[in-house]
């Protein structure tokens, strides 16, 4: 899901495009190196929507999934919800995954679960 966000934001928004490469997920060798990345992922994304503003939500880019596949048009906005969008598909598979094994997946609410909200 860390993933997902980088590649919209990195190949589409950022225009990286073609020169944006897939992470090796066989150079994570443990939580760490997830949280790492994590961490990278969420400073990036924070320092683009720091300025953004609805001119540019609404610029247009080019969103390509393969060198050879399909190619979309689409505004920011748009990458934007897409990522949001597909993270939350990929949460329901994790989820559905834990209930195919009889294990009650974590609460869900983001109030409950964000790590940087202090309980105190």
């Known amino acids: 899901m860390i993933y997902v966000?980088?590649?919209m934001l990195s190949s589409a928004i950022l225009g990286k495009g073609r020169d944006y490469r897939e992470k090796n997920f066989k150079a994570f060798h443990d939580m760490l190196?997830?949280?790492a990345y994590l961490d990278k992922v969420e400073l990036k994304t924070r320092a683009y929507l720091k300025n953004v503003?609805?001119?540019e939500l609404r610029r247009k880019v080019r969103l390509q999934f393969s060198p050879r596949g399909a190619v979309y048009d689409m505004s920011v906005e748009e990458c934007l919800y897409q990522s949001i969008t597909e993270q939350l598909y990929h949460l329901g598979e994790l989820i559905a995954l834990l209930w195919q094994e009889d294990i009650k997946p974590p609460s869900m609410e983001w109030f409950s679960n964000n790590p940087r909200l202090s309980n105190a």
């Open 53 to 55: 503003g609805e001119r």
């Open 33 to 35: 190196a997830v949280l």
């Open 5 to 7: 966000e980088d590649w």
